[in-house]
């Protein structure tokens, strides 16, 4: 497939002084997958390119490579395994960006493998992975920045075992630990940000095949503990979504939360809470024209900095599908940001318009 668009932000940088571009994007993907009987192998490519027109150092040139497998052991038992490198540039808003010079490159890594197995209606998996995420430096100018400090490898261990009362009913928890481990301490206070996660979940699944609602929710409690006792540190609430509710056969409502402890080196902060909800609408106003509606906000709080950060999204959209492989759409979104640092509001729109091709 390939999806191209011609996107308009009115506030490239993300930043009080607002400055517009209008640009190109080219979003190609691939999908290789086995059709055997038993096991699975999958390959998978997509890249996310854009031109600018005045500015090209917000140009994309990202790309995702991944590999999953599992292998059938017995009817009731698999080992699944996947492996991935992703490469983007730094979005102008994420933690720690600067809103001028370049964006670095940002490298992830992953590797993953679980163990699955169900016990008549008892289901049980035991998961790991590792993430190693690296980060290019920062050229401001003829000053160039390094980015060595946020450098970090995130190990993860977790075991989730899950009742079934019926197929669109089950019961589930999720024990996750972590260790994030840093090379370097962080240029902005000469402090190691290695920490000590755990995150514990329960919640309710609705399976995959229920004729009005599907998905799962959960609430949970999450803690990080940084290994310098001079970072404070970070927990909370856990709240999880991702749940579709159909009101009938033309309208769907994608209810969306997720939570977790998002890395940071600012001064004196050990980790950001952050939590993110949204909702979107959808509606087949006929068999080619689809509209769909939503809204989202995320909070970010460095805990031990002070500091406190919210984005207000609306965004509308219209898909037209001119045939099976031919889809032209329509998209515009508003956002607002707030945060408790002086003179850092901001707002912007984004308006796209362009054509998805399948095959």
């Not at 192998?41 to 027109?53: C, K, L, Q, W």
């Not at 090209?56 to 991935?84: C, F, H, K, M, N």
């Not at 679980?114 to 401001?140: C, E, K, M, P, W």
């Amino acid at each position: 497939s390939v999806e191209s668009d011609v996107d308009y932000n009115s506030n490239l940088f993300a930043s009080p002084d607002a400055i517009g571009d209008t640009a190109l994007e080219v979003r190609p993907a691939a999908r290789l997958a086995s059709n055997w009987a038993v096991h699975a192998v999958e390959v998978r490519a997509s890249g996310d390119f854009s031109f600018h027109d005045r500015f090209p150092s917000e140009d994309d040139r990202a790309y995702l490579v991944e590999g999953l497998g599992r292998l059938d052991v017995t009817r009731r038992t698999d080992v699944q395994a996947a492996i991935s490198r992703e490469v983007a540039q730094e979005s102008r808003n994420a933690i720690n960006a600067n809103s001028f010079g370049t964006r670095p490159n940002v490298t992830v890594d992953r590797g993953r493998a679980a163990f699955n197995h169900r016990f008549n209606r008892l289901s049980v998996q035991l998961r790991g992975g590792i993430v190693d995420t690296r980060y290019g430096d920062d050229v401001i100018g003829p000053i160039i920045q390094s980015n060595a400090d946020r450098d970090f490898t995130l190990y993860e261990e977790a075991v989730r075992p899950k009742w079934e009362f019926t197929p669109t009913f089950l019961i589930f928890a999720d024990v996750a630990l972590n260790q994030r481990l840093y090379n370097i301490p962080a240029f902005s206070d000469g402090i190691i940000r290695s920490s000590k996660g755990e995150r514990y979940r329960l919640g309710v699944s609705f399976g995959n095949t229920g004729e009005y609602l599907r998905g799962e929710v959960s609430l949970g409690y999450g803690r990080q503990t940084p290994d310098n006792h001079e970072l404070q540190v970070i927990d909370g609430l856990l709240v999880d979504a991702n749940l579709t509710w159909r009101f009938s056969l033309l309208t769907s409502l994608l209810l969306t939360a997720s939570t977790d402890v998002a890395e940071t080196t600012t001064f004196d902060s050990g980790g950001v809470m952050q939590r993110q909800y949204g909702a979107e609408l959808r509606h087949n106003f006929s068999a080619r024209l689809i509209g769909s509606a939503g809204l989202s906000l995320f909070t970010r709080d460095y805990v031990g900095a002070g500091l406190h950060e919210e984005q207000f999204s609306a965004a509308t959209g219209l898909e037209y599908y001119m045939n099976r492989n031919v889809v032209l759409f329509g998209r515009y979104e508003h956002t607002e940001f707030y945060t408790s640092s002086p003179d850092g509001n901001w707002n912007g729109e984004e308006v796209q318009v362009g054509v998805r091709l399948r095959q």
